[in-house]
């Protein structure tokens, strides 16, 4: 199975040399040179006309079988390579809805965990205003609960900004 996955190979390799070739000025030139060699043959009295014409007909035939064949493999390779590539294509979009998705639910996270924090923040201000009478330590307790309370607030406001920045990027990659 080696050898036959090896042969393929070089086949295909050489399908695609003589596709390639086929399709370039050099290939022009010697075909070129070819008709006209074999069309002063029967001229210069060298070969009969009939006779030329056969063996011309005969090669250009299977030139042009071949060549068909060799174009063909040459299609369904190219073929092969655009399904991957769609195939690729599709598994990239499925990914891109889901990372959507999962901001969409991390920004619901975010903005329940803000509201949290600003209940939080309200009932500490109360618990403050309740007891004025402490001693300096639960006073002290109060600022650091509240100073924790804005860091959060600022750090959930820096997750916004990049989950939104995230989203929009997202969009552009679904535009593209």
């Known amino acids: 199975m080696k050898k036959y996955n090896e042969k393929a190979e070089v086949l295909e390799k050489i399908a ?14 010697v075909h ?9 043959l029967p001229i210069l009295n060298i070969v009969e006309f009939d006779k ?8 250009l035939s299977l030139e042009a ?15 092969e390579k655009i399904e991957d590539i769609q195939e690729d294509i599709e598994d990239i979009q499925e990914d891109i809805e889901e990372i959507s998705e999962d901001i969409e639910e991390i920004n619901e996270d975010i903005e ?8 939080i923040s309200e009932d500490i201000e109360e618990i403050a205003e309740d007891e004025e009478d402490e001693d300096h330590n639960e006073r002290a307790k109060n600022v650091i609960l ?3 309370v804005n860091s959060n607030k600022n750090e959930i ?18 535009k593209n």
């Open 16 to 29: 695609d040399n003589i596709t390639s070739w086929i399709g370039s000025i050099p290939s022009l030139i």
């Open 32 to 40: 070129t040179l070819l008709f006209i060699t074999s069309f002063l």
């Open 146 to 148: 509240k100073s924790n």
């Open 112 to 119: 329940d965990i803000q509201e949290d924090l600003e209940e």
């Open 157 to 174: 406001k820096a997750l916004k900004d990049i989950i939104s920045q995230l989203q929009g990027e997202i969009d552009q990659l679904k």
């Open 65 to 79: 079988i071949y060549l068909a064949i060799f174009i063909q493999m040459s299609v369904n390779k190219n073929h």
């Open 52 to 59: 030329m014409l056969l063996i011309l007909t005969t090669v």
